[in-house]
């Protein structure tokens, strides 16, 4: 615990602030602890100097003369009453123009006379004594000299005496009271400029403790009285000036003394933003990034908001909480708008908004949708077999659901193909396990088209799914009446996506003219992952086009519809 007075042998310097009014001494009177407080001018109503032995404190509030003599403001002995048992005497002083302080006692005792430095303007020694066998009381009468530059001052002396002597065979007597206990230690804040700092503390002591609120400017190399601050809280409006400033409360009564923990005040300066987020445009489902930075004092927070309503609403970001927000974009979210918040202890400020622009993924050989973002055990979808025109020369297109392929080397698929061969039409169904070897090679399995028909307009449905190593693929044409069920056990596919797609099935090691299926509609396609299991909105999820080039579109999905899992894919071209 801190004291007014720093530990012995230390010292620390009383000097007058220039922003707010301080007390030129300070007086402690109590009826047990000796207390010596002089000013360099004449108070009013008071005496100068000497013992003081009253009940109630007293600040001088007359401003003393400049002088650079040597100046006592504060010399003090506690505890002023010892028991006979004896105990340790704490010698206070605090001074002006002074380099040394010379603690000296009238009578002879082994640790004085001792000289401390003290240019710092504060001084304190700590003199023990032994018990009391005698039949009389003890009186202890101790002095101060300062020594400085322009001469020297000898202070008035304090004494210490003994509650009473011990008898022979009976315990040692209480020096009675209670010293002052810090029991709230005030804090440090932060306000603006113009705003009030408060600063409260706490001490409890029998009798009640008084208390006086002290400033420090230079980290707590010196303190002054504030002048006025004698209340438990000490309030004031800030200033600039006031940044940086420690505060301490000393408390005391007529048993000792005791001074809280420093507290420093920063003023604050609103938050500033100094760089506006951009907005953004990527394909759907890869990443984007926003930055945003600000100044202030403290350095403020960042929170990341998003609007989905045009910037009419906001909401928060959970984690979002770094000055570049970077996420995985779902289609669900093209024209969303997003903006950082900063705030500090003295304010907040909004950064304007970045708009987030979608594009469709593109691929050379694919068209539909894909969701990404989770672990997929399970898809499902049906769609109606299209009917493939313009079949002068071979051309090929496959329509079909699964899992992986997106970011994977594996897919694990079932759907049907429409392609033109030899001039005519051609359909059937088949399912594949691509990358798996030991399965036919990694290879599509066609089904046999005598046992498992497939037509244009035939309604066909299909899924994937795994549990463990387990997979299941399973495609069925309610029109045609029948099922087909496969079961593989295969260890390596990421099941990091799902997919719903219109594809240009390679052909050897290139890839085929895109047999023009005009339009093939995709209904109930959804998924499970780890985490949910429904339409594909209900997922992170991006629409594909299929491009020969960035200028030429081979085909292309519409937007989902309402339900979040029926959609439409558009034949454009064939090469």
Not at 91 to 99: D, H, I
Not at 245 to 264: D, G, Q, R, V
Request: net charge negative; aromatic share 8%; proline share 6%.
């Amino acid at each position: 615990m801190r004291v007014p007075l720093p530990l012995e042998g230390k010292a620390r310097p009383m000097k007058r602030q220039s922003h707010r009014s301080v007390a030129p001494a300070l007086l402690v009177v109590a009826g047990v602890l000796a207390v010596l407080i002089v000013t360099g001018g004449q108070p009013r109503g008071v005496m100068q100097a000497g013992l003081i032995s009253r009940a109630a404190p007293a600040i001088f509030t007359a401003h003393a003369a400049k002088s650079d003599k040597p100046r006592v403001l504060l010399f003090s002995a506690t505890p002023a009453t010892l028991p006979a048992s004896g105990g340790a005497v704490k010698l206070r002083a605090l001074v002006e123009n002074a380099t040394s302080c010379r603690f000296a006692a009238a009578q002879k005792l082994r640790s004085l006379p001792h000289s401390i430095d003290c240019a710092s303007g504060r001084a304190s020694f700590t003199v023990h004594f032994a018990a009391n066998h005698g039949a009389s009381r003890r009186t202890y009468a101790f002095s101060l000299e300062l020594s400085g530059k322009h001469g020297k001052l000898k202070a008035p002396t304090v004494a210490v005496r003994e509650a009473a002597v011990r008898p022979p065979g009976t315990s040692s007597l209480s020096s009675g009271g209670g010293a002052p206990q810090v029991t709230t230690q005030p804090a440090s804040e932060t306000v603006a400029v113009g705003a009030t700092a408060s600063f409260t503390a706490a001490a409890s002591g029998t009798p009640s403790p008084s208390v006086e609120w002290v400033v420090s400017t230079d980290g707590g190399g010196t303190w002054n009285l504030v002048l006025g601050a004698s209340s438990s809280t000490y309030s004031f409006t800030a200033t600039a000036a006031d940044s940086g400033e420690e505060f301490e409360a000393i408390f005391w009564n007529n048993s000792s003394a005791a001074t809280s923990s420093p507290a420093t005040l920063t003023i604050g300066i609103p938050p500033q933003v100094t760089t506006q987020p951009s907005s953004v445009t990527v394909a759907a489902g890869n990443s984007a990034s926003i930055t945003a930075a600000a100044s202030g004092t403290p350095a403020p927070s960042v929170q990341w908001q998003v609007s989905s309503d045009g910037g009419n609403t906001w909401g928060t970001i959970a984690g979002a909480t770094s000055t570049t927000y970077s996420f995985t974009t779902s289609w669900q979210e093209n024209g969303y708008q997003y903006r950082a918040v900063f705030a500090n202890a003295v304010g907040s400020a909004s950064t304007a908004a970045a708009a987030l622009t979608l594009t469709d993924q593109t691929s050379s050989n694919w068209s539909g949708y894909v969701a990404t973002g989770g672990t997929f055990s399970a898809v499902t979808g049906s769609w109606t077999v299209p009917a493939v025109t313009s079949c002068s020369s071979p051309s090929y297109s496959a329509d079909w659901i699964g899992i992986d392929g997106e970011s994977s080397t594996t897919v694990e698929q079932a759907g049907s193909e429409s392609d033109c061969l030899g001039g005519s039409p051609s359909y059937d169904a088949w399912y594949e396990l691509y990358g798996d070897n030991a399965f036919h090679g990694g290879n599509e399995v066609e089904l046999s088209k005598s046992t498992y028909p497939v037509n244009p307009g035939d309604s066909m449905t299909a899924s994937v799914s795994v549990i463990g190593d387990a997979w299941t693929l399973t495609i069925s044409n309610s029109t045609e009446s029948w099922s087909s069920i496969t079961r593989v056990s295969w260890s390596t596919p990421a099941q990091s996506s799902a997919e719903w797609i219109a594809e240009r099935p390679t052909t050897g090691m290139s890839l085929p003219s895109l047999a023009n299926f005009g339009t093939v509609a995709f209904t109930g396609a959804g998924a499970t992952d780890a985490s949910a299991s429904g339409p594909i909105s209900d997922f992170t999820f991006a629409p594909v086009e299929m491009l020969a080039s960035p200028t030429d579109m081979l085909a292309s999905p519409s937007q989902l519809d309402q339900t979040g899992a029926d959609f439409t894919d558009t034949w454009d071209a064939s090469s």
